[in-house]
Structure formats: structure tokens, C-alpha cells
């Protein structure tokens, strides 16, 4: 099993940046495929990005152009650098965990981003 948290949250004005990061504990940070999801006041938890064992990148339509997600094996660590962020970008923004081998999935407790003048 695997624990995750969150951090870099926080107020940004519009065009602004913040990067994200997640560690990950008490497993095999390589048995794992990592992501981004965020929920929006009223609204469903969406994935943002993720980023595949292998180093394999997958967007939202809303956020390929703007966010970038990495990691680093050794400090098994997951990133989301945010960039020109909007105001429709404020949610939580929650870590997620799937292994490889069994599909199961963990969260982190999330970060709150709000994007606003």
C-alpha cells in the first residue's frame, strides 16, 4: 500500500504558475502508474494528467498545453507544474497511485488551488 501527500497549493492570480508535488511512501514508487485529478466546487473529480510507469504522458484537453506532469524515481515524487493558470483551474487538486500489477488505487488528502485576482 502506498501513502501519498500532497503539497504547493495556494492562491495564484490568473496567467500565474504553481507547481504541485506528491511523495509517495511505503511502497514501490516504479510499481506505479501516478496522476492528477481535480474537483471543482459542484463538480466531479476529473483527471488532469498522468504519467505512466514508463514516463508516458497523458493531458486533458483542458490543461496539454498549459500543465506539465514529471516525476523523479528517487525521490519518488510526482510533479504538476501549472502554468498560465485560469480561473476555471481552482479545485483540489488530489495525487492518485494505480499498480501496475493489480489496477489498485490510492489518493492523496488534496491541495487547494484557487486561481483569482
Known amino acids: 500500500q502506498v501513502q501519498l501527500v500532497e503539497s504547493g497549493g495556494g492562491l495564484v492570480q490568473p496567467g500565474g504558475a504553481l507547481r504541485l508535488s506528491c511523495v509517495a511512501s511505503?511502497?514501490?514508487?516504479?510499481?506505479?502508474?501516478m496522476a492528477w485529478y481535480r474537483q471543482g466546487p459542484g463538480q466531479g473529480r476529473n483527471l488532469v494528467a498522468r504519467?505512466?510507469?514508463?514516463?508516458?504522458?497523458v493531458y486533458s484537453d483542458s490543461t496539454k498545453d498549459r500543465f506539465t506532469v514529471s516525476k523523479d524515481n528517487a525521490k519518488a515524487t510526482v510533479y504538476l507544474q501549472m502554468d498560465r493558470l485560469k480561473p476555471e483551474d481552482t479545485a483540489v487538486y488530489y495525487c492518485?497511485?494505480?499498480?501496475?500489477?493489480?489496477?489498485?488505487?490510492?489518493w492523496g488528502q488534496g491541495t487547494q488551488v484557487t486561481v483569482s485576482s
Open positions: 511505503g511502497s514501490n514508487f516504479s510499481h506505479y502508474a
Open positions: 504519467i505512466t510507469a514508463t514516463g508516458k504522458t
Open positions: 492518485n497511485a494505480m499498480s501496475i500489477f493489480n489496477l489498485d488505487e490510492y
